[in-house]
């Protein structure tokens, strides 16, 4: 079944321990994303992928890191965890090529993420 | 700043209508989406609207008013399946998405 796939589904963290969530879409897209989603707050962009190779900071990227070696997949790093990054995490992707147009995002299932 | 408004939450009856609103400010406007999201799972794109005026697709329509920086959501013919938040999202003039916080929808038999 096409779409994207994160791992883990939940995870309980202890504070300053590195974390790397992964996501691996199989659609092709060009573009990749990771969000937060906080209770009584929108989905906040974390760090966004255009195209392989290439990587940029969304709104609130402090504390968390991003690669795209490849188009597949695009894995979110916390370097050093703190309580504050307990939230959910939801991967998502799009295809921008033909222009922005609707550009519906597919979003994997999400990972819980609890940092003591 | 930007902001997305959306009620926090609404009750409506199985088989009856109901409307949510969003509200929005943002640096420029380059489309509005409907997302639903249920409980414990990834939200599912609903609409898009790009142009003022009504969309309609199944139980589902959207409207925009861009001059108000208005759109809702109407559902109709509710059913229990569509007890769910529903997250409004406006992409702005350098094509991010800002989202709300979501509207979550409870039906009642």
């Known amino acids: 079944i096409a779409g994207i796939t994160q791992a883990p589904t939940s995870q309980i963290l202890a504070a300053g321990r590195r974390m790397t969530l992964r996501c691996t879409q199989d659609m092709r897209h060009n573009a990749m994303y990771w969000y937060r989603q906080d209770l009584g707050l929108g989905l906040r962009l974390i760090h966004y992928s255009n195209t392989a190779g290439t990587t940029g900071k969304g709104e609130v990227p402090d504390g968390y890191s991003v690669s795209r070696a490849n188009t597949d997949d695009f894995p979110l790093t916390l370097a050093s965890a703190v309580p504050s990054q307990t939230s959910v995490y939801f991967c998502?992707?799009?295809?921008?090529?033909?222009?922005?147009?609707?550009?519906?995002?597919?979003f994997g299932a999400g990972s819980r993420l609890t940092v003591l | 700043g930007q902001n997305i408004d959306q009620p926090t939450e609404m009750t409506a009856t199985e088989g009856a209508i109901v409307q949510i609103n969003c509200t929005y400010q943002?640096?420029?406007?380059?489309?509005l989406f409907w997302y639903q999201q249920h409980a414990g799972e990834a939200p599912t794109f609903l609409s898009y609207n790009v142009l003022d005026g009504l969309e309609e697709k199944g139980r589902f329509s959207s409207f925009l008013s861009r001059s108000k920086g208005y759109s809702y959501l109407l559902l109709k013919e509710l059913q229990m399946k569509d007890s769910a938040s529903y997250l409004c999202?406006?992409?702005?003039?350098?094509?991010?998405?800002?989202w709300g916080a979501g509207t979550k929808l409870i039906i009642k038999p």
């Open positions: 998502a992707s799009s295809d921008t090529r033909t222009g922005y147009g609707a550009n519906v995002l597919t």
């Open positions: 999202a406006v992409r702005d003039s350098n094509y991010q998405l800002i």
């Open positions: 943002t640096s420029g406007f380059n489309g």
